[in-house]
Structures are given as C-alpha cells and as structure tokens.
C-alpha cells in the first residue's frame, strides 16, 4: 500500500494528451486540489502515447501552451514538460516511479476520470502505477455505481491499491468534441478559457479535418 506519512506533501498528477486542455480538466483539478487538501495539482501532457495514434495530435510545445494560459492565474496549478521531453513512448508507471524518487517527500495523487479505471489494467505495469500513487477517481454523475465500485474493489484487492472517489461535476466536455466544433467552425467559447480560446483561433489549431480523431 503507497503512503509516505502524515508529514509528506500530497501533490496531485493529472495527465493526458490534453488535445486541447478544455475547462472540465480544470473543474476536475480544482475540486480534487480542494477535497484532498492537496498542496498543487501538476498537469502533465503526455508525450508519445502508446494507447493512442498520434494523427491529429497537436505538437507537445503548442498542447503545453495552451496549458500554460489556462492555468497561469491559478497560484496552485503549474505545468510540467516531464513527460514531453522523453524520448519514445511514455509510460505511467515509469513517470510515477520517477518522480517519486524526484520527489521522495511528495505523497503523489494521480487523478484520473471513471473510464480509465476500466482500462488501466492494459495499462504498462498496473502494479508499478499502484506502487507509486494514491489513486483518485471522479466517477461519472457524481455518485459511483455498482460496476465502478466492483471494479475498484477489484483493483485494490489485486495490487493493494488506495483508491480515493473524488465527488465533482460531471462535465460533458471532452478534448473529441472541441476539435470536432473547430472543423466545424463552432464556438468552443467556453469550453475553455479565453486565452486558450484565442489561441486556437489566433493559429488555427484543429480546422483541418485530418486532426479530428476519437479519443
């Protein structure tokens, strides 16, 4: 079971393509920032994705960008390129581990929607990943249903995972959706923030059709 103590740190990890980084992540990050007394939430976007096809993903130093405008007037966000700047594919569990030893007084929460506890045991190593977090999950509707709580029974049994539900607003917004409004020549006002907002404007980001892929 990871825990490194009362006296540590609880920072909270919040990953992903973040293609484009879009106003539910950042409700996501708040309340779980908010519930769990965490002392900052890190958004990480990933590099090399191994789970998805790397058509249509916007480049690391554009999606961090945009990061960086959304979050720049909240004193507990910040960024981070870690991932971005490994070369090859990236891998959860080898970020966690790393970091962990980065960061030995650190206690990492590594925040993650209700879909990817379905498939986190595809994931490389789950074993490593439960190792070297606690594991906070924001079930859809709020309130965790029968199949989310077996499922995460399931997992902590299997590895000796701590596994934290965290209760915030269900947002119906996904970074599939905002591309899909770009190509269309919708508002994604928003959807995300200004600044972000006039960002993709400003360099056309996801007008073409070919950067419309499901995620």
Known sequence: MYYKGENCKKTGIIGGTFNPIH????ILAENAYDSLKLSKVIFMPTGQSYLKDPAGILDGKKRLELINVSIE???HFISSDYEMKKPGNTYTCETLSELNLLYPDDELYFIIGEDSVYNIEIWKRPDIIFDNCVLIVAPRG???????MGTIRGLEEKYQARICLLD???IDISSSMIRRRVSAGQSIKYYVTDKAEQLIKKYGYYRLSDQIIKE
């Not at 106003?23 to 950042?26: A, N």
């Not at 709020?142 to 989310?148: G, R, T, V």
């Open 23 to 26: 106003t539910g992540h950042l």
């Open 73 to 75: 007037d909240n004193d």
């Open 142 to 148: 709020h309130e965790p249903d029968a199949k989310l």
């Open 168 to 170: 915030t607003p269900d």
